[in-house]
């Protein structure tokens, strides 16, 4: 017997030892369902060792240091990390398989106690009770690490959810049914990112966004084309990575389409010189749709232009800017000069809201439209976006209820669909959840990830798509 006992003592540091070096895997599940029923009992097995072990000292070391070992090993690392996983998605995924942890182990100590009470009449001694504390204290350790990882990691748990954590956190039956919903929400999130990790691995070297001509990328008004902070966020980068070559139209926020088609014009004949192209491809958000139109139509650049995309584009006007621009003469005054100021300093050199604004009218729009007819020879495509509720979106929530009321409930806080809508209509962003697709979801403005919409991904298909028309 004493022979075994040194040998299990000299075996648990090999096994240590090989698991350190990632060559076995003590958190594997099978390892894991014995040590979550035997590691919580700590106190209760630490009794027996030394009421009927042989050596009890070297038994109660070996048991100690192997159950230390994984008990550290799984709050810090639960489990290996894989090709797929970024950095946040293995902290995360971790912490979910600790409140995994915590559920199952509570689960089998609540049975394994009330089989002993109840079922074989052990009452409660000091003994008991200690190996019960002993056996929480494990529980909520596992529980709060886990919980922590994920509220830090997460993208998709809301703000609300992190807050009913935290004030429900020492409140039993409450507090399961946060950890359930945030094992939830963290499962579907890693799920998602780690088919799209995959689908990334998959397309590496196969440029599927490698068209034909250039991409030129127009920016919509109130901001410019900046290196530190993109408009398009996160878009032109996995456009790059799978073969795309992507140029920004660098016009003003708040200048006029009159004033900005120029420029528009100017960045044309500027991609095709540095690139030796016929020809360029451009996507426009917003009213940067507007400036291109005018560009392709009247400054001749329709015989460098491929195909026009345009996303939330107002060609029809937006109705709130036709109550707008009849607000009180003075007040108006105040905000084009505020914001025309602080364009200027931006960088805009004609910045003018007063006439910008009235781009936006209906009226002005359907003038527009007639004088800027689509070109023989230019593929003209189209794509609107869609707030759920007025709740979709922080920014936009009184707008899109303002143009829910006097126009139509299916808009994105700025533009309703039917004045997105230009030449090949390809359909409307949404997602089935909450959150809608704001104005500003449709070019990742806030860089955020939202259940049921991949904005990086939809503008992969939007460009691949042309690529395969020949674009």
Not at 161 to 169: D, E
Not at 189 to 209: L, M, Q, S, T, V
Not at 320 to 346: E, Q, S
Not at 378 to 398: E, R, T
Request: proline letters at 3%.
């Amino acid at each position: 017997m004493n022979i075994i006992a040194v040998l299990c003592f000299f075996a648990v540091i090999i096994l240590i030892a090989l698991d350190f070096l990632h060559i076995i895997n003590l958190t594997s599940r099978i390892f894991m369902l014995v040590y979550l029923v035997t590691m919580p009992h700590i106190v209760l097995i630490s009794y027996l060792i030394f009421k009927y072990a042989p050596l009890p000292v070297l038994w109660f070391l070996t048991t100690v240091i192997l159950f230390t070992y994984v008990f550290f090993r799984i709050l810090i690392s639960p489990n290996r990390r894989k090709n797929i996983e970024s950095l946040r998605l293995y902290v995360m995924q971790g912490g979910r398989w600790l409140l995994l942890y915590a559920f199952f182990c509570a689960a089998i100590q609540l049975a394994f106690y009330m089989v002993l009470v109840f079922g074989c009449g052990v009452k409660l001694g000091k003994l008991l009770v200690a190996d019960m504390i002993a056996a929480l204290l494990f529980i909520w350790a596992a529980a709060f690490v886990g919980a922590m990882r994920v509220l830090c990691t997460s993208s998709w748990l809301s703000v609300v959810k992190r807050v009913l954590f935290i004030v429900f956190i020492n409140l039993p039956i409450a507090n399961m049914f946060m950890m359930a919903e945030i094992i939830k929400v963290a499962g579907l999130e890693y799920e998602y990112f780690g088919y799209k990790n995959i689908k990334a691995e998959h397309r590496k070297g196969n440029d599927i966004c490698k068209t034909k001509y250039p991409i030129i990328m127009i920016h919509g008004v109130g901001f410019r084309d900046l290196r530190v902070f993109n408009y398009w966020g996160r878009i032109p980068r996995v456009l790059e990575e799978n073969g795309a070559s992507i140029y920004y139209g660098n016009q003003e926020g708040w200048a006029t389409v009159d004033t900005n088609a120029p420029l528009i014009k100017k960045c044309i004949l500027s991609v095709i010189k540095e690139t030796g192209a016929e020809k360029v491809n451009l996507i426009a958000h917003s009213k940067g749709g507007l400036d291109a139109r005018k560009a392709i139509s009247q400054l001749g650049m329709d015989k460098y232009v491929a195909s026009l995309t345009t996303i939330s584009t107002p060609h029809r006007g937006v109705k709130m800017a036709d109550v707008l621009v009849h607000m009180p003469k003075p007040l108006f005054r105040i905000i084009t000069f505020c914001i025309n100021g602080i364009f200027r300093a931006y960088g805009d050199k004609h910045p003018d809201f007063i006439r910008a604004a009235y781009d936006f009218t209906t009226k002005r729009q359907a003038r527009f439209n007639r004088d800027c007819p689509d070109m023989d020879g230019v593929y003209y495509q189209s794509y609107a976006s869609v707030m759920k509720n007025m709740f979709s979106d922080d920014i936009l929530g009184l707008s899109y209820l303002f143009i829910s009321l006097i126009d139509s409930k299916e808009n994105d806080g700025l533009v309703t669909v039917e004045s997105a809508k230009w030449g090949v209509f390809k359909g409307v962003m949404r997602n089935k959840y909450r959150r809608g697709i704001s104005h500003g979801d449709a070019i990742d403005l806030k860089r955020e990830n939202y259940r049921g919409f991949d904005v990086t991904e939809k503008y992969v298909e939007i460009v691949s798509d042309l690529k395969n028309m020949g674009f």
